[in-house]
């Protein structure tokens, strides 16, 4: 199980969506792994035999909503919406759907295992995996080593240490504290992530579609994962009709 969630966590979400993003667009890629936390949800449920209130599915459900807006807000913008590659897509959607794997076994295997373990694992299968294609791609041509600039090794220093080993750890941190179907809910956050990173960094704007679906994100969360106290607040207003 450890090799499992290995490969599916740093080897083939990583993979399928590297050569996915290339022939894709980024919105098309949001817009798909907006559907990962609805799978996790329905495996959550009937692999882990987790419980989920109606409140939960609603939650989610305003979740997915929100994420939809923001990944398509070019439509709401500009009228037109962006075409990606099929091949891309069904790359980025394998990607996905990898993730949510990883989040199922990651949540059976915290029960015996640290989250240190379960994450220098998912590290381990991944250079296992992807030495063989960096060994390739550097006998192909030695010499992109010499282009890499100041800002490209900055880049993979984040990559290596913030992107990777805290995120990854941080993670199986959280999926051991709480459930794995609250560990697919904050996927959502990435489409709003991302774009607040991209305002300083790429000159993006802030637009009234991501402020209406970055609002209906956080709605969606907060009911998944307070349901139980919306739920009591919802029982206290009828109570009083």
Same mark, same amino acid.
């Given at each position: 199980?450890?090799?499992?969630?290995?490969?599916?966590?740093?080897?083939?979400?990583?993979?399928?969506?590297?050569?996915?993003?290339?022939?894709?667009?980024?919105m098309?890629?949001?817009?798909?792994?907006?559907?990962?936390?609805?799978?996790?949800?329905?495996?959550?449920?009937?692999?882990?035999?987790e419980?989920?209130?109606l409140?939960?599915?609603?939650?989610?459900?305003?979740?997915?909503?929100?994420?939809?807006?923001?990944?398509?807000?070019?439509?709401? @913008?500009?009228?037109?919406?962006?075409?990606?590659?099929?091949f891309?897509?069904?790359l980025?959607?394998?990607?996905?759907?990898?993730?949510?794997?990883?989040?199922?076994?990651?949540?059976?295997?915290?029960?015996?295992?640290?989250?240190?373990?379960?994450?220098?694992?998912?590290?381990?299968?991944?250079?296992?995996?992807?030495?063989?294609?960096?060994?390739? @791609?550097?006998?192909?041509?030695?010499?992109?080593?010499?282009?890499i600039?100041?800002?490209?090794?900055?880049?993979?220093?984040?990559?290596?240490?913030?992107?990777?080993?805290?995120?990854?750890?941080?993670?199986?941190?959280?999926?051991?504290?709480?459930?794995?179907?609250?560990?697919?809910?904050v996927?959502?956050?990435?489409?709003?992530?991302?774009?607040?990173?991209?305002?300083?960094?790429?000159? @993006?704007?802030?637009?009234?579609?991501?402020?209406?679906?970055?609002?209906?994100?956080?709605?969606?969360?907060?009911?998944?994962s307070?349901? @139980?106290?919306v739920?009591?607040?919802?029982?206290?207003?009828?109570?009083?009709?």
């Amino acid at each position: 199980m450890l090799i499992l969630a290995g490969f599916t966590g740093s080897t083939l979400n990583v993979a399928f969506f590297i050569f996915g993003i290339q022939y894709t667009n980024t919105m098309d890629s949001q817009a798909i792994f907006s559907a990962g936390p609805v799978v996790n949800a329905i495996l959550a449920h009937f692999v882990l035999k987790e419980r989920i209130s109606l409140i939960q599915a609603c939650g989610v459900a305003l979740g997915f909503f929100g994420a939809v807006v923001i990944t398509t807000r070019t439509f709401f @913008e500009t009228g037109h919406l962006s075409q990606g590659n099929l091949f891309g897509d069904l790359l980025i959607l394998i990607s996905s759907l990898s993730w949510v794997v990883y989040i199922i076994i990651s949540k059976r295997l915290s029960k015996n295992y640290a989250p240190q373990t379960i994450t220098l694992y998912s590290f381990f299968i991944g250079a296992i995996a992807f030495s063989p294609l960096a060994l390739f @791609e550097y006998v192909s041509d030695t010499s992109w080593v010499n282009t890499i600039s100041q800002v490209g090794v900055y880049g993979i220093i984040y990559q290596g240490i913030f992107a990777s080993v805290i995120a990854f750890l941080a993670y199986q941190i959280g999926i051991k504290l709480t459930s794995a179907f609250m560990a697919g809910v904050v996927l959502y956050l990435q489409p709003i992530a991302t774009t607040v990173f991209a305002v300083p960094i790429l000159g @993006e704007k802030i637009t009234a579609p991501f402020i209406l679906g970055t609002t209906l994100i956080i709605l969606g969360s907060i009911v998944a994962s307070q349901h @139980e106290f919306v739920r009591n607040h919802v029982r206290r207003r009828l109570s009083r009709f």
